[in-house]
Nanobody, 127 residues
Framework: QLQLVESGGGLVQPGGSLRLSCAASGFTLDYYAIGWFRQAPGKEREGVSCISSSGGSTNYADSVKGRFTISRDNAKNTVYLQMNSLKPEDTAVYYC????????????????????WGQGTQVTVSS
């Protein structure tokens, strides 16, 4: 059974860093584009970043460009989201998701393109 598990969330002060991990089990990530999404209380789930199946293409929401970096290690069946210079407005539950619909080399920040989701990890940025 396809499963995604996020980890690495927590409480961090503004300006701090966290690295989120998305580990897959039951399937091989090699053929899937992986996205990171977040949802703050009372807000819609929004796309944060995406990496293509090959890892050759990445995409970021404007709000995180220059601060977040997505990467993948297919040998470990894991995708990472390095988050630097964190701001209070980054506070949210972060989810990773996998898509077999997105063509090779393509990325997407639309949640409707992703069919498999993890349970989420809480990130809180506060002093």
């Amino acid at each position: 059974q396809l499963q995604l598990v996020e980890s690495g969330g927590g409480l961090v002060q503004p300006g701090g860093s966290l690295r989120l991990s998305c580990a897959a089990s039951g399937f091989t990530l090699d053929y899937y584009a992986i996205g990171w999404f977040r949802q703050a209380p009372g807000k819609e789930r929004e796309g944060v970043s995406c990496i293509s199946s090959s890892g050759g293409s990445t995409n970021y929401a404007d709000s995180v460009k220059g601060r977040f970096t997505i990467s993948r290690d297919n040998a470990k069946n894991t995708v990472y989201l390095q988050m630097n210079s964190l701001k209070p407005e980054d506070t949210a539950v972060y989810y990773c998701a996998a898509s077999s619909r997105i063509q090779a080399g393509i990325t997407s920040l639309s949640k409707t393109d992703f069919g498999s989701w993890g349970q989420g990890t809480q990130v809180t940025v506060s002093s």
